[in-house]
DNA sequence: ATGAAAGCGCTAACAT
DNA sequence: ATGTTAGCGCTTTCAT
């Protein structure tokens, strides 16, 4: 029952009665051992169940053929992105592990930083960042980052068209007839959010309509601060016709709470998310959003890293990708 | 932009002018080094954003303070396990790694065998398996099962009670007055198919229903076999009227199907399913299904495998936890 | 209080 | 064709 030691090259080698180094040349296809000792070598291999240790090979090399995908949390969007990483994966030759933030919150903030210091150069050949909070620092291996909470820096980046996003659903919602359009934003820290606050102004502007800023309700991408904004939003004697939340994740929220204060979607209010994640689709009435490619941004991003691994040269290392509208049941006109 | 190389504690042993031996120990906190120096080579450190490499520590110590959790793919299921995983990893000092199969089928059995000896006793102190299709083998280190493909082996295990739940949902179903009840199985390598299986055929024979062999029809918790088996029982002259899917994946391709043969669920045809994950609730209608405690049983694979590395002596390595029916839209008497 | 040196499991020069 | 050896970055005796 106890664990037994691991099998190491050494005694695979004494097994074998042959040196280490002539167990590795086995291991690693190299030339220069005979046939017959390669055969009696990978038998006492199969036989003794041996593999060679990970840890011990990423010392030794500088090359692990493995990415690592670093994830501060397992909600939605992260686990699109991780799908799509994962499918993209398959056909590198790589392998994927996934980190993700041990989640106090006190070590919240650079996390990412801390993690790759420890791994880059040794387990991991690059990493995908998904929404860091860190783009700023040059590590011992390539890194790409999706949907950085700063803005593009250096680092290379896969994104979509947050601002158009905004001037989508703004638009639609405007297109509509809606002129008393609030929005939930999203956590003020992060470019994407900013970016879509940003295309609502200027949609809302350039429909000839006033910013009323009491519209503008915090909602931080999270469903509990995003209830309370809606709460607040819907419950004033003269509440807004529609409204943009900066992500599906408050949408959904403020769909709960419509339906709480017995307003109906869409007769009542139309709302538009942000992200199309799969819930999206399977809300009552499913939800009209701007969608984001999140599996291919996550699928872009490993191949970005990849080639940046293998040193390719490349024409550009920011990758934005095009969002639209996905019009459901949530929004009609006035 | 080339990745500058790794600070190593050379580097820091170095530019504070002391060797390496003192700057790990002051990395690790151990007596025998002045207030002073200390100090200084923490000072180091900061300047230069040294961490330590995780690789070399592991290959050093014999703990790593990371659990790994090996999944074979992110379907619903497993990523719902992680969740929970990731969830209970929080309160114990452990971080997490999460393994994805590279997914090349050739590789596809056994992978969680070659993964484990590479990275026990060197990169992770234990492991949580994923529906793991090997269960026979000792480890270098602790390992837990979640829904393991063979039944209970001698390796601590996780799982929940297929077979109750298979009663439950044909109860159910004979309960409304159904008497041709179709059953789309899972995959025969599972343990967890075989036991709804078994449920089904004895829930049948205890209502005093003849199992009749051309109502089961493979599906293999995939949605497009599960399309084909769906297609054909609902094509036949005489169809049956229920019908129990051994997941939800299953019944959610299975009602896809209805839908494009004019088929109304659940005024034409009931609909079961298993597992309860998220999608679940929200099909049109919602789905009435056996939940498992998915994410429980991700918490308690950790929690359970925190102990053994922790070498705390257990009662028992065997959880079985409780699956209940959770009755929404798809059923309806006949 | 500090440092030299051995060694974790492996690979790659460099002998033989 | 095979073996010897150095060294990847780190921790830990064991000197000094």
Redesign the interface.
């Known amino acids: 029952?106890n664990?037994?030691?691991?099998?190491t090259i050494r005694d695979v080698a004494a097994e074998a009665n042959v040196s280490v180094a002539t167990v590795s040349k086995v291991l690693n296809r190299r030339y220069g051992v005979s046939e017959a000792t390669s055969e009696r070598v990978n038998r006492v291999i199969r036989e003794m169940?041996?593999?060679?240790?990970?840890?011990?090979r990423?010392?030794r090399n500088h090359k692990t053929n493995v990415i690592g995908l670093l994830i501060a949390?397992?909600d939605p969007f992260g686990?699109e992105v991780?799908?799509g990483a994962?499918d993209a994966?398959?056909h590198t030759g790589f392998?994927?592990?996934?980190?993700?933030a041990?989640?106090?919150p006190d070590e919240h903030v650079g996390w990412e930083r801390?993690y790759l210091?420890?791994?880059?150069?040794?387990?991991v050949d690059g990493a995908v960042l998904v929404t860091p909070t860190v783009t700023d620092?040059?590590?011992?291996?390539?890194i790409v980052a999706v949907d950085p909470h700063t803005g593009p820096s250096?680092m290379p980046t896969v994104d979509s068209d947050n601002l158009r996003g905004a001037h989508l659903a703004v638009e639609h919602l405007t297109g509509l007839g809606h002129r008393r359009i609030a929005m939930i934003t999203g956590r003020p820290d992060l470019q994407s959010a900013r970016l879509r606050e940003r295309g609502y102004r200027e949609a809302m502007a350039a429909a000839g309509l006033p910013v009323e800023e009491d519209l503008l309700r915090l909602g931080a991408y999270d469903p509990e601060v995003s209830r309370d904004a809606a709460r607040d939003l819907l419950s004033r004697p003269h509440r807004p016709t529609a409204i943009f939340t900066a992500n599906d994740t408050s949408a959904i929220a403020t769909m709960e709470v419509a339906a709480e204060l017995g307003i109906c979607v869409p007769d009542d209010l139309s709302l538009v998310g942000f992200d199309d994640i799969?819930?999206a689709a399977?809300?009552q009435p499913p939800l009209t959003t701007v969608a984001q490619p999140i599996r291919e941004m996550g699928r872009r991003a490993v191949e970005l890293l990849v080639r940046l691994i293998g040193q390719e040269s490349l024409e550009t290392t920011h990758i934005t990708l095009v969002t639209r509208l996905v019009e459901r049941h949530s929004t009609r006109a006035i």
Do not use: C, I
């Open positions: 029952m664990p037994l030691p691991r099998v169940g041996y593999e060679a240790s990970l840890v011990a990423s010392l949390d397992f686990s991780l799908k994962a994966v398959r392998e994927l592990v996934v980190y993700s041990g989640g106090r801390r210091s420890r791994l880059s150069g040794t387990l620092v040059n590590y011992g291996a390539p250096g799969p819930e399977r809300t």
